[in-house]
């Protein structure tokens, strides 16, 4: 009998500087008005430590929900574009500081996409029989990548990690289908040059990333991806829009969840919104929402639900999901990352004056 893949815990881990508007509007030509009313970003959260510690801690508490030891784990997906270290991966670091051994440990970088690529092909090899419970982890830090001086990047990013443990299921619940895609052409649209090894191996590394980014042709190609793929799984779900429950879009841009539910015709009441308090977590952004629906009472045994994404590739997906019996978590763990600063301007910055210094332009001020 073929089982069923079914969530049964969830977590996440924010870390605790906070980088506010103002923050930002003090070494940018830029204003809070202005970020809030065209992102519909607030502030975001800065990490002081890796994301293999973010994942970790999203994982304990999503482990915890589910009720698990992480020793009955077969597989760990950590969905990252900027684990700690390319070798070993940044799955292997979180079985570790599980403290456990023996489990598949597998990152997927598919960028803002990756937790949907990754929830995909674990759901897969559950339904499959090829495995019976799995964590599956999105997390990133891109403000490491960020440019501190383009007014345009550097407002909408944050750090964050959340989490999901996935169970087989002999119940007619659990994950329903999925539609992944990428269009290679948008390459040179979003990305991070000279990070990997096409940058020569004895090459000075010029210190700051070149960072491409052409955010209105993103914005477009975002709406049309996301649009594209869920209705290709409600298609495939034999479902109405009146039939969803709960949506959850990547929070890249408050603007790009408006236009593309708006298109979708769903009622705001059915959308699931959280980028003013995190900003763009790439592959973090859909699980602590879900994590935080979950938190928020918006999700009812059996409801359906569709989750979808976009990131640099430029990659795209959306997958069904018809929630389980349980809304609430069986235990909650205490962990919590090691103590670190509150005030993200100050942890962050050296970054910010080195990124200003190589760029040839005047510190500003606020920095000295
Ligand atoms: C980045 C983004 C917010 C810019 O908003 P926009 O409405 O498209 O703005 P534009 O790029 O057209 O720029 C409009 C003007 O605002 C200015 N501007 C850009 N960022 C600004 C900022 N932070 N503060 C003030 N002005 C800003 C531009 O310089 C431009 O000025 P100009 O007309 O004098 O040249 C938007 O394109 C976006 O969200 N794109 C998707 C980005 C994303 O999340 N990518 C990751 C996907 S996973």
């Not at 419970?133 to 990133?140: E, P, Q, R, Y």
């Not at 007014?151 to 539609?179: C, K, M, P």
Request: aromatic fraction near 6%.
């Amino acid at each position: 009998m073929t089982q069923n893949a079914v969530i049964t815990g969830w977590g996440k881990c924010l870390p605790p500087a906070i980088l506010t508007n103002e923050h930002l509007a003090s070494f940018l030509d830029t204003s809070g008005d202005w970020i809030t009313s065209r992102t519909g970003i607030e502030e975001r959260r800065i990490t002081h430590k890796n994301i293999s510690d973010l994942s970790a801690v999203a994982g304990k508490h999503a482990l915890a929900a589910a009720g698990l030891e992480a020793s009955e784990l077969d597989a760990i997906y950590v969905a990252t574009s900027s684990g700690d270290t390319l070798i070993p991966n940044t799955a292997a670091r979180v079985q570790n500081k599980l403290g456990i051994r023996g489990c598949a440990a597998v990152d997927v970088n598919a960028a803002c996409s990756g937790f949907i690529y990754a929830l995909t092909q674990v759901a897969a090899q559950i339904k499959a029989g090829m495995m019976e419970k799995a964590l599956v982890i999105g997390a990133d830090r891109l403000t490491y990548y960020v440019d501190w001086t383009k007014r345009n990047v550097a407002i909408l990013f944050g750090d964050g990690a959340g989490a999901v443990v996935v169970e087989a299921t002999d119940d007619n619940a659990g994950f329903q289908f999925s539609h992944l895609g990428c269009d290679s052409d948008g390459l040179g649209i979003l990305g991070v040059d000279k990070m990997g090894t096409n940058v020569p191996r004895y090459h000075d590394h010029p210190g700051a990333f070149e960072v491409p980014f052409e955010g209105q042709e993103i914005y477009m190609n975002a709406i049309a991806e996301m649009k594209r793929s869920s209705l290709e799984v409600m298609k495939k779900s034999g479902w109405h829009k009146d039939d969803i429950d709960l949506f959850i879009a990547h929070q890249a841009n408050i603007r790009i969840v408006d236009a593309l539910t708006k298109h979708l015709k769903l009622p705001a009441d059915k959308v699931f919104i959280n980028i003013e308090k995190y900003g763009n977590m790439s592959a973090a952004t859909v699980p602590v929402a879900l994590c935080e629906a979950l938190e928020a009472g918006r999700v009812n045994a059996g409801d359906n639900i569709i989750l979808t994404a976009f990131g640099a590739g430029l990659t795209y997906g959306a997958c069904s999901l018809k929630w389980g019996s349980r809304t609430t978590p069986v235990a909650i763990s205490s962990a919590e990352l090691a103590p670190g600063p509150t005030d993200a301007l100050s942890l962050l910055k050296e970054d910010i004056k080195r990124s200003y210094q190589e760029r040839h332009q005047p510190i500003p001020d606020a920095l000295k």
